[in-house]
């Protein structure tokens, strides 16, 4: 395929897009859109069953009392949960100030005894160019004696992302003393054997792991009621060397955050935890795609939308482009899948606006070819045709194509004695009203005007769109260029001069399309068909009648045009013989005795065809009883005088070869 200009201007617009939707991806902008579309492809998964959740929920909170609960009460908890079995405990309850000793012995005894249990800190978290810091100096952490009785403590906060919602989660942080505190998830971790697999998660510049959350809140994970623990109400066996995180649940306590998969319902932070230690367990990480691939891919959507969207009829492109956008979001869900978040946004954006870009400049573009066909065919064809090939480029098919089409040329009698009688100014102007007044008896009749060859006329019709009547169209125009032409001549619009003309129609196979070369190329018909054609108007001299015919035209035409048999014969570069009709007048404006005529000359011909030479010569006198001057008639019957004085051969078709042209 050639590239042009005209084809690479829509590929460049594309590409631009692409372009500058990959330099707003790598920027950042639009960070706050683009993550709510990422959180649309968090689907549902099976969550690993060694995390166990014990809820502080509602129910918890009305059977045991309000809320803060003595620490005798979580120490029991504690107690029950060890005695289980419990691998490691995640006591996500802070307690940063003392009770009475009596409820701070138990709480300290107990988390002691477990040898397993991790509580968890408060800390100031900042962003810094070595990633997140601490401040040292403002560290909300259990009383010393649990912090001391416990095995481990971790930070529970990290802040959301920009539009409040919790994707990332920091697993240790720095100090400005170079000291690091762990996580939470890390430490439970950590205590569980799985130290591997914190180390193996991927992070980005500030520290964090993408958590990859199993489903909506609530419906992740098993969960068990404090209370019923308490109470003795559940079989504990299921937590024996399992991972259990004790939390808030209930809504009062407001330790909830928003979350990818919380669809405006907020996710408790232990569940939150528990997401964040399952997606550990499960090595499910999440990264980015690298910011360049997406920007390859970026500009690789554009520049496909730039190439496809001008090679497809305009009812596909919204599909095709609906396609395209549809295969990269089935690309991005698959991309999650295996553990990669591939920007939605901005592709989408991309498509959009490529899309849109690449429309308009077909419009405009499609506005300026408008003009310049405009421009173009007016010069050869009726503005109603001009019309319907701008309302349908489709039906002008440029390059060359075969199909049947009617072709008229009409050329003026002894052209060369009229313009010997005028000056060189005079004939000019009566040519230029001439072929004015023809021209528009074509246009007239939805024919396409293909050039003028001196004095001649060249028109055709059937293309380039389709015309079921085009043969009719044809002699249509050329009985009105004689009516016409008579009346101009009796107005004396030539002055002294009388024009008479000459038509010749043939119908058949012929290619139309532009022919020449690069620089320059006409829009015409060429092929045998067409040079026929041009020998019928010549014949008209021959047979002193205005419009000759093929029979592949008159049988097209039909009963709607009065004709008659005027000969067969084999013009000068053919051999086939073709059988040629004269087109009289319109059968419905026909007089009787054109009718009449017609019917004894087409009698004469069948005669003089079959070898009856005497008929032939009686029928002619008949027509020529009608109208004297009838030089067919004459002719037939001179010809038909010779072959009874001199019979022709017994393999005689009745064929008169023409030598000239």
């Given at each position: 395929m050639k590239l042009t200009r005209e084809s690479l201007r829509p590929i460049a617009i594309g590409g631009l897009v692409g372009l500058m939707a990959g330099l707003g991806?790598?920027?950042?902008?639009?960070?706050?859109?683009?993550?709510?579309?990422?959180?649309l492809l968090f689907l549902p998964h099976q969550s690993d069953r060694r995390?166990?959740?014990?809820?502080?929920?509602?129910?918890?909170?009305?059977?045991?009392?309000?809320?803060?609960?003595?620490?005798?009460?979580?120490?029991?908890?504690?107690?029950?949960?060890?005695?289980?079995?419990?691998?490691?405990i995640g006591y996500d309850v802070s307690f940063p100030e003392k009770s009475d000793k009596t409820n701070d012995d138990a709480l300290a005894a107990a988390l002691k005894a477990s040898g397993n249990t991790v509580l968890p800190l408060e800390l100031t978290l900042l962003k810094s160019r070595n990633g997140l810091a601490y401040d040292q100096k403002n560290v909300l952490q259990p009383i010393a004696a649990f912090s001391a009785a416990a095995k481990s403590t971790g930070f529970v906060n990290s802040p959301p992302d920009a539009d409040n919602v919790f994707r990332r989660l920091p697993l240790a942080v720095r100090g400005a003393d170079g000291s690091v505190v762990s996580s939470f998830e890390s430490e439970v971790l950590r205590l569980a054997g799985q130290s591997g697999a914190v180390k193996s998660a991927p992070l980005d510049y500030y520290g964090r792991m993408l958590v990859n959350f199993a489903g909506a809140p609530g419906q992740a994970f098993r969960s068990v009621s404090a209370v019923d623990i308490l109470r003795d109400k559940v079989d504990l066996g299921s937590l024996k060397d399992g991972i259990v995180l004790?939390?808030?649940?209930?809504?009062?306590?407001?330790?909830?955050?928003?979350?990818p998969t919380s669809r405006g319902v907020p996710m408790p932070g232990v569940e939150v935890h528990a997401s964040a230690i399952d997606t550990i367990l499960g090595r499910r990480w999440l990264q980015p795609v690298p910011d360049w691939i997406q920007f390859l891919l970026l500009l690789l959507a554009g520049l496909l939308i730039g190439f496809m969207v001008p090679r497809i009829r305009a009812r596909w492109s919204v599909p095709v482009t609906i396609a395209i956008w549809a295969a990269l979001?089935?690309?991005?869900?698959?991309?999650?899948?295996?553990?990669?978040?591939?920007?939605?946004?901005?592709?989408?954006?991309?498509?959009?606006?490529?899309?849109?870009?690449?429309?308009?400049?077909?419009?405009?573009?499609?506005?300026?070819?408008?003009?310049?066909?405009?421009?173009?065919?007016?010069?050869?064809?009726?503005p109603s045709v001009v019309d319907v090939i701008i309302a349908d480029p489709s039906k002008l098919k440029l390059g060359g194509e075969r199909k049947r089409m009617t072709v008229l040329f009409s050329d003026i009698c002894g052209f060369t004695s009229i313009s010997e009688k005028l000056t060189p100014e005079k004939l000019v102007e009566v040519?230029?009203?001439?072929?004015?007044?023809?021209?528009?008896?074509?246009?007239?009749?939805?024919?396409?005007?293909?050039?003028?060859?001196?004095?001649?006329?060249?028109?055709?019709?059937?293309?380039?769109?389709?015309?079921?009547?085009?043969?009719?169209?044809?002699v249509a125009t050329a009985l009105k260029m004689q009516t016409v032409l008579d009346e101009m001549n009796s107005k004396k619009e030539f002055g002294d001069v009388e024009i008479r003309i000459g038509v010749g129609i043939n119908t058949g196979d012929m290619v139309v399309g532009n022919v020449g070369g690069e620089a320059r190329f006409d829009y015409t018909v060429i092929g045998d068909n067409v040079n026929l054609g041009s020998r019928l108007e010549s014949l008209t001299r021959q047979y002193k009648v205005g419009v000759i015919v093929t029979e592949a035209t008159a049988t097209e035409v039909g009963e709607r045009i009065l004709f008659r048999h005027l000969d067969k014969v084999a013009v000068k570069g053919k051999k086939e013989p073709a059988v040629i009709f004269e087109a009289i007048a319109e059968t419905a404006a026909a007089t009787p005795e054109q009718k009449k005529s017609a019917e004894l000359f087409d009698a004469a011909f069948a005669k003089y065809l079959a070898k009856d030479f005497t008929g032939c010569s009686a029928a002619c006198d008949e027509v020529l009883k009608l109208k004297a001057d009838d030089f067919a008639a004459q002719q037939l019957k001179e010809r038909a005088a010779h072959f009874v004085a001199e019979p022709p051969p017994a393999d005689w078709d009745g064929t008169w070869v023409y030598l000239k042209k």
């Open positions: 991806l790598m920027s950042g902008v639009l960070e706050n859109w683009s993550n709510p579309t990422l959180d995390i166990t959740l014990v809820a502080i929920d509602d129910a918890s909170i009305t059977q045991i009392g309000r809320w803060p609960w003595p620490r005798q009460v979580h120490a029991e908890l504690i107690q029950k949960l060890s005695a289980a079995g419990a691998k490691v004790v939390g808030a649940t209930a809504f009062d306590l407001h330790d909830t955050l928003l979350v979001v089935t690309a991005a869900f698959v991309a999650f899948d295996r553990g990669w978040l591939l920007d939605v946004l901005w592709p989408t954006f991309c498509i959009i606006f490529a899309y849109a870009a690449v429309t308009l400049e077909r419009r405009l573009a499609s506005d300026r070819q408008r003009r310049e066909l405009k421009t173009a065919f007016s010069r050869y064809v009726s040519l230029n009203k001439y072929l004015s007044r023809m021209t528009a008896i074509v246009f007239e009749e939805s024919g396409v005007l293909d050039k003028y060859i001196g004095d001649a006329v060249m028109a055709f019709w059937n293309a380039p769109f389709e015309q079921p009547d085009h043969a009719y169209r044809a």
